[in-house]
């Protein structure tokens, strides 16, 4: 793969999601929100073959046939957000936690908002399961793809036969 980042539109239940991915992995998921989302760039080539495994995974986990993935990531953040981004990953398939638990994980017990605003600008959500945190009093909060999505997803994983991690 060159430089160009590659992109792909890919269906999913909740819409078509933006893959972007680099030589150094994937880059970044967006949801449809034309003017406020993730949006392809003067530059990007659209390449479905590279970001074909991608999409394999994708439709294998809202299928109910997948719990995580296997995939080379590369998202751009600063230091405290690939803390929180890499913490993110450790929060189990079907479970839910939240904002302060998260902060306490990381080791920043009093940076529950710090973690609120890095979840916010987590680049790959679905992968990075930033759906699966939610409000101290269990309430759904903002997410990217908006909360119907975030709804569907937490449905999708609570109603999912118990799979080993693949």
Request: aromatic share 6%; charged share 20%.
């Amino acid at each position: 793969m060159t430089d160009a980042p590659r992109y792909v539109h890919h269906p999913s239940p909740v819409g078509d999601l933006l893959l972007v991915a680099c030589a150094d992995g994937l880059r970044a998921i967006g949801f449809p929100d034309p003017g406020r989302g993730l949006e392809v760039e003067p530059g990007w080539i659209e390449d479905r073959v590279a970001l074909a495994h991608v999409s394999a995974q994708l439709d294998a986990y809202f299928a109910g046939r997948r719990r995580g993935f296997d995939l080379t990531l590369s998202p751009r953040g600063t230091p405290f957000q690939r803390l929180v981004w890499d913490a993110l990953r450790d929060v189990p398939y079907g479970t839910t936690t939240t904002y302060g638990a998260l902060a306490r994980r990381i080791g920043r017990p009093k940076a529950s908002r710090a973690v609120g605003l890095a979840n916010g600008h987590n680049p790959l959500p679905i992968v990075v399961p930033c759906h699966r945190v939610i409000g101290a009093d269990g309430s759904l909060t903002g997410f990217g793809g908006g909360l119907a999505a975030k709804r569907l997803l937490l449905d999708l994983e609570r109603d999912s036969p118990q799979l080993s991690l693949l």
